[in-house]
């Protein structure tokens, strides 16, 4: 359930040239301070399945760059613009982190594509773009420290017979940026490229929901390993490190919110230092990247033994989120999702509406962890086969405690899977009673 904007999110969207240079030795580093860790026992069968992770390949990218044209023209865009994020990834392959510095990618729905760049960037540009779709080739446009970049994102757009009509611009870019391209261009309307970026990665290919898959097994294996390890008197940040451990020895970088006790009420958590004590529960929330997809998994267990109440809300979550699993099928509503979820808890005295089950059931997960579309009342759109959402109905009581149970699931042909096993119980989250 983490937020669309969440630590690694942020950290990402926000590096600069520099800070982007000094990111592999902070991962060295990070990997050698996790090796030098006292290891646990229940760490021993971990080993990196890295090798299982098959990047997106060029020919695939080719195609979503045609199905985004065809996008286009049902959209009535003459083009569409990404600057640094993960669309101009899922397009492209090309990461690049935003700053104040205008770099983008216009895609038109005919012709080259063309790419504006700071000139003292131009190397780094090239170099990224030699392993994009585009090759080698592309045309680079750049500008000077004291020059107006989006005259070039004009001129380039002029030379495609792109002086009007509608240009679309990904809903993550900066309004300055968009706002400089509209002073650059102003016979040309601005219009959203949603219906082309949301409508070509809603649809998750073979490849991507292997990877997704794999990323979901790689947390599950990771939040057991530390489950397994957890001992009373532990921090918040203790058992938090245990998790982000675990993903590393696994071979992909991840990690969780850790919640405790009362405060497992806030689904999004608090600040304040939590102990882990005997009979209090815990709600853990998050996941790791794989080839740049997300996995998102909560589990909600509890050191010792726990308590009657806490039982009876656990059960009422299984049944909310195999009713949300039952309901997500091909031509349903996004909202009958949530709805039959919502039923469940509502029906069971938690309720009304959203008292107690305070967010959505479900957001669509890929390079982004919250992505389109939404699990929420109010949207109708249609499934499709091979969207991917998470299934996490929660209960939250203000002062005691909060569960949620939280899988990620792909629509198929006939209905709704999940890429892992369901929590069975309090006492026993994964399946088997642990030991040490």
């Not at 899988?407 to 999940?418: K, V």
Request: aromatic share 8%.
């Amino acid at each position: 359930m983490r937020p669309f904007s969440r630590r690694r999110f942020l950290h990402l969207g926000s590096l600069t040239a520099a800070a982007a240079a000094v990111v592999p030795v902070r991962a060295q580093r990070q990997q050698g301070e996790a090796a030098a860790r006292p290891r646990p026992k229940s760490f021993a069968g971990l080993s990196s399945m890295k090798a299982r992770a098959k990047p997106i390949t060029a020919d695939e990218r080719r195609a979503r760059i045609a199905r985004a044209r065809e996008l286009m023209h049902e959209a009535a865009l003459g083009g569409i613009v990404l600057t640094g994020g993960t669309s101009l990834d899922y397009f492209s392959n090309i990461r690049w982190g935003l700053s104040e510095r205008f770099f983008a990618l216009v895609l038109p729905a005919t012709g080259n594509p063309f790419v504006v760049s700071p000139a003292f960037e131009e190397g780094r540009a090239r170099e990224q773009l030699a392993g994009s779709p585009f090759g080698e080739q592309v045309d680079v446009r750049v500008w000077q420290e004291d020059e107006n970049p989006y005259e070039r994102v004009a001129q380039g757009l002029r030379d495609r017979g792109l002086a009007t009509g509608r240009l679309g611009v990904e809903e993550t870019v900066k309004f300055v940026f968009s706002d400089g391209i509209h002073q650059a261009a102003p016979a040309l309307t601005i219009a959203s490229a949603t219906p082309v970026t949301a409508g070509c990665r809603m649809i998750k290919s073979p490849a991507e929901m292997a990877l997704m898959r794999l990323g979901s097994q790689v947390t599950i294996r990771a939040y057991e390993a530390a489950y397994r390890a957890m001992r009373e008197g532990m921090t918040q940040a203790d058992f938090g490190q245990l998790v982000s451990d675990a993903h590393e020895r696994l071979g992909f970088p991840g990690g969780a919110s850790v919640q405790v006790g009362a405060y497992s009420a806030l689904p999004h958590g608090s600040r304040t230092p939590q102990v882990i004590r005997d009979g209090t529960i815990l709600l853990i929330d998050g996941g790791c990247t794989v080839e740049g997809y997300h996995s998102d998994i909560s589990r909600t267990f509890v050191l010792g033994k726990p308590t009657d109440k806490m039982r009876k809300v656990f059960e009422i979550e299984q049944r909310a989120q195999k009713a949300a699993l039952a309901a997500a099928r091909p031509g349903v509503e996004a909202q009958s999702v949530d709805a039959a979820a919502r039923k469940v808890i509502v029906d069971a005295g938690y309720g009304p509406d959203y008292k107690y089950f305070t967010h959505r059931v479900g957001h669509g997960i890929g390079l982004d962890e919250h992505e389109w579309p939404y699990l929420v009342r109010g949207d109708a759109m249609r499934l499709k086969p091979q969207m991917v959402f998470s299934d996490e109905p929660g209960i939250y009581i203000p002062g005691e405690f909060g569960i949620r149970l939280e899988d990620d699931m792909h629509i198929t042909e006939s209905g709704a899977e999940l890429f892992t096993t369901p929590s069975p119980s309090l006492d026993e989250p994964f399946g088997h009673r642990a030991t040490d």
